[in-house]
């Protein structure tokens, strides 16, 4: 039994004679973060989180604690107590999940789990050693252990290790980007990375300015996993379908969107973050949400689920996102037929290539509009090739439209990193191709690239 | 509490630190949240730890432990300076000169927001969501919030201090449906309601079963409402979403952490450089922004920052030329002036950062109905929906949730999906006029996200609304 399993199932004999369900996270992790190429703000942490859920005639109340011994632990049960005593019954109310056999997932590498603090300082530096600009980000890894037990006989656990190489190459009037991410330490390059990030930001270099309107795109994976994941968190959750403020609502068994358009959430996929089951204990499943541009599902927990008579899909948020309902943690963009970017800006002909987005903001859910900016590498494209640099657009896009017509994507897709590691780490990414798409509205401009 | 910060103090000194502090904190958080009629949340959540940060030749480390012993507090010590001493870099960091802070500091309360059941925060919530019934409204949502943390701080240098900081808020949304359109209304506002370091006092100042009409009808009124036009025309932004638009477009620049470069990889850098202090025009002679960790009810509000440095009230711009910057004292070192005084950690698990505190944008003069009846065409914009600004805070691009016009000085009709978007001291130097003292709302928000790992920073803003010409709303046709 795993030593997280182990505190769940101690925290639930604290919650005596009560249905009740526990939820542990255990965190060792470093983050060596660097900016001018020095490391300024390396992180260690070691946490055990638990929680508690407490069941009492229907209603239910959460604590959750980081004292793990048995008085902490009886202490957390009391307050879980007090809370489910607090609350008004539930009719509606689900249940815990009963006792379910978790797929075998992969997402556990010994070697990434035994870096230390100084391994992963030395992989910090083997970026910032290969960078012939001032380098900007961090490594990390870490290794994230998440277990649930529960008195329906739930008893499950999972190890993950992930690690990300970050690379922000940049000096006045230049910057580029790269990064890789893999729960495999010895997938993940630094030093190609920041070779990468450098080739990049000096292109980058007298950037010019674009008039606003609306061009053909070239949108590499760090941008389209950005676009993707802040669409799908509207539009492809059941609670937004339920509560009919989602772009899916009325869309589910439409053709919406460009053919060549297949997206799932695939906690299985060995090339993604693999989980083995959600926040509520239910075993993950892959959920086709478009298939060839039919929007055919969104994800579901067992609230959700149990309000129109179907099954959990296993994507039950942790209980501090609940309002946002079941969440895709595992998104997954099909590859096309595209060899390459180049191919990509070949179809495009006459347009924008983009490398990356900032700041995000979802502007009208229920539409799919999203509005940000570029950063870090924005090119015109001219007669089908990557021409002259950019400065930084700001663009407001209608997702459905950007989607309804995509010219190509790439067969080889990237893991993109969607950890900002705030609260307790569960690593979570988005792999996506790069795509061309025959819409992109830029909606004004800003700062130049660099520092 | 103090004596695991002696001992961590003490190892990381033994393991070759010149400088250290440690930081224990004991935080305790309730959220209780109801959704159509029902509770979505409602939980209770203690996290205890220490933070040890190490400068040893130069170089920072950070480690912590979730134990509350000595050996816990060593063994943060101990990995802070290892991980220091492994850090790449040439390392040349300084700390400016400061008094050891020393002293105790509590939240005033009235009433301790822990003495109120949950089950009496669940039934606040629950008569707030009646009171938003209607039938356009597809989903009302209320919650409250308390918090109390316990911050202890001891640094090599002699600083030792003890706090106890109490926040409370919350906020309440109606969001209404109709024919394909979706539109929402909140109150106080969007995004996470508002909190200050108060009792629950403060929660009861909200009157949200009060409000909950207005915020429900309005929601519905949204969906018979003409989209709001493109067009460059004059603007008056309502106190809250001034609270925003100063956080992004002034406090998140000001930063020297930013302007230095070191948040380049995540939140991003800042148009301003160190040469700006002192000569950089940012804005109308309207505009003075002041940093004020003084100020009663803020949620920056404190009497020393988490290097242990006094508590400052500083002006940051001053009728439109920038005149401080918010700083650590490594950074204020680095710039050669002041000492600080703006770092902030959230929790004990994260290393202190350069933080927005309480930032004001001062009132000016004279009520939000002359400030309406001086536009002859215009927009009235109230409450934010959306918000994006570039890595350097230029350009930046707001909705709210409702824009009401303004023709001849008066109120006219109401829009939805209204935008703005600008340039930060161009949109600045546009402003002409801030209502006074008695429209002045100071506003705490909690989702101030920063860091790599990302920390969470509650910080306050105290606004006025204020009146912008030649804004461009919508999109540039």
Request: with cysteine.
């Amino acid at each position: 039994m795993s030593e997280a399993l182990e505190l769940a199932q101690r925290a639930l004999r604290a919650a005596e004679g009560d249905e009740a369900l526990a939820l542990t996270n255990s965190e060792r992790s470093g983050l060596a973060r660097f900016a001018g190429s020095e490391v300024h703000q390396p992180t260690l942490i070691e946490n055990d989180v638990v929680e508690l859920q407490i069941v009492r005639d229907g209603r239910v109340g959460v604590a959750v604690a980081n004292r793990t011994d048995d008085e902490g632990l009886r202490a957390l049960a009391a307050r879980a107590a007090e809370a489910a005593d607090s609350a008004p019954a539930d009719p509606d109310l689900p249940g815990l999940a009963a006792k379910a056999e978790p797929p075998a997932v992969e997402g556990y590498d010994e070697e990434t789990a035994a870096l230390s603090p100084e391994d992963q300082a030395h992989l910090a530096a083997a970026a910032i050693e290969a960078s012939s600009l001032d380098l900007y980000g961090f490594f990390t890894s870490g290794l994230t252990e998440v277990a649930i037990a529960s008195t329906t006989g739930l008893a499950v656990s999972q190890s993950m290790t992930d690690s990300c190489i970050f690379a922000l190459a940049a000096e006045e009037g230049e910057s580029g980007h790269a990064e890789q991410t893999s729960w495999r330490v010895g997938e993940v390059d630094p030093a190609e990375a920041a070779r990468a990030a450098v080739a990049k930001a000096e292109r980058t270099r007298d950037a010019i300015e674009l008039e606003p309107g609306s061009y053909r795109a070239v949108l590499e994976p760090y941008a389209f996993a950005e676009l993707v994941l802040y669409f799908a968190y509207d539009a492809f959750g059941a609670l937004g379908l339920l509560e009919e403020r989602s772009y899916a609502f009325g869309r589910v068994g439409e053709k919406v969107f460009d053919e060549r358009l297949s997206l799932a959430d695939d906690g299985l996929d060995p090339g993604g973050l693999p989980k083995a089951f959600d926040f509520e204990g239910s075993p993950k499943t892959r959920v086709q949400l478009i298939d060839n541009g039919i929007l055919r599902d969104v994800v579901w927990d067992r609230a959700t689920a149990k309000r129109t008579g179907r099954e959990t899909t296993g994507h039950a948020p942790p209980s501090s996102l609940r309002r946002w309902g079941p969440l895709p943690f595992n998104l997954s963009v099909a590859g096309g037929e595209a060899e390459s970017t180049e191919d990509l800006a070949e179809l495009v002909g006459d347009g924008i290539y983009v490398s990356r987005l900032h700041y995000l903001s979802v502007v009208n859910p229920r539409e799919g509009v999203i509005t940000g900016m570029t950063r870090d590498g924005t090119f015109r494209v001219r007669g089908g090739r990557v021409a002259e640099p950019l400065v930084n657009l700001r663009f407001t896009v209608s997702m459905p439209e950007l989607l309804a017509e995509l010219p190509g994507l790439t067969r080889d897709t990237a893991l993109v990193n969607d950890a900002s590691y705030y609260d307790e780490r569960y690593p979570s990414g988005v792999l996506a191709p790069a795509v061309a798409t025959a819409k992109f509205d830029v909606t004004g401009t800003g700062s130049t690239p660099g520092i | 509490m103090r004596e695991l910060c002696d001992e961590a103090v003490s190892a990381a000194l033994a393991a070759g630190a010149s400088y250290a502090d440690a930081r224990v904190v004991l935080r305790r958080a309730q959220t209780v949240a109801t959704r159509n009629g029902r509770v979505d949340r409602l939980d209770d959540i203690e996290s205890d730890g220490v933070g040890v940060r190490a400068l040893v030749d130069g170089a920072w480390g950070f480690a912590c432990d979730r134990r509350l012993s000595k050996e816990g507090a060593e063994a943060a010590a101990a990995k802070a300076c290892a991980f220091a001493k492994a850090a790449t870099g040439g390392h040349r960091r300084a700390l400016a000169p400061v008094e050891p802070g020393q002293g105790e500091y509590r939240t005033p309360v009235e009433r301790d927001p822990f003495e109120i059941s949950l089950a009496d925060k669940v039934a606040h919530c629950l008569r707030a969501e009646e009171g938003m019934a209607h039938e356009d409204v597809k989903v009302t949502s209320a919650f409250v919030r308390a918090q109390r943390e316990k911050r202890v701080f001891v640094s090599s240098e002699g600083a030792a201090t003890d706090q106890e900081l109490v926040e409370c808020g919350g906020g309440i949304d109606a969001m209404a449906s109709r024919d394909g359109i979706t539109q929402i209304r909140s109150h106080p506002s969007a995004h996470g309601g508002s909190s200050s370091q108060a009792g629950w006092e403060y929660v009861e100042s909200l009157a949200f079963e009060r409000e909950a009409p207005r915020v429900a009808e309005q929601a519905a009124a949204l969906l018979r409402a003409d989209p709001c036009p493109s067009m460059v025309t004059t603007i008056v932004v309502d106190a809250e979403q001034m609270e925003l638009q100063t956080h992004e477009s002034v406090g998140h620049p000001t930063e020297l952490d930013r302007v230095y470069g070191t948040e380049a990889a995540y939140a991003g850098t800042s148009f301003l450089k160190p040469g700006d202090l002192g000569s950089l025009r940012y804005g109308s002679e309207h505009m003075n922004v002041t940093a004020d960790p003084t100020t009663p009810g803020g949620l920056g509000t404190f009497a020393f920052d988490d290097e242990g440095v006094p508590a400052q009230r500083v002006p940051v711009v001053a009728e439109g030329v920038l005149r401080g910057f918010l700083a650590s004292r490594e950074t204020a070192a680095r710039i050669g002036s002041g000492s600080g005084g703006s770092m902030r950690a959230d929790g004990w698990s994260r290393m202190p950062l350069v933080r927005m505190t309480n930032l004001h944008l001062e009132p000016g003069e004279g009520s939000l109905d002359e400030l309406i009846a001086g536009v002859d065409e215009g927009l009235f914009l109230q409450t934010n929906k959306s918000w994006s600004i570039d890595d350097k805070r230029l350009n930046f691009q707001f909705g709210t949730q409702v824009a009401w016009e303004i023709k001849d000085g008066r109120l006219g009709r109401m829009l939805r999906d209204a935008t703005y978007t600008g340039q930060t001291p161009v949109f600045w130097s546009s402003l002409d006029a801030v209502a006074g003292p008695d429209e002045w709302r100071v506003h705490g928000l909690t989702n101030c996200g920063k860091g790599q790992p990302g920390q969470h920073a509650h910080v306050s803003h105290g606004t006025s609304p204020a009146r912008f010409r030649n804004v461009q709303v919508g999109f540039k046709s």
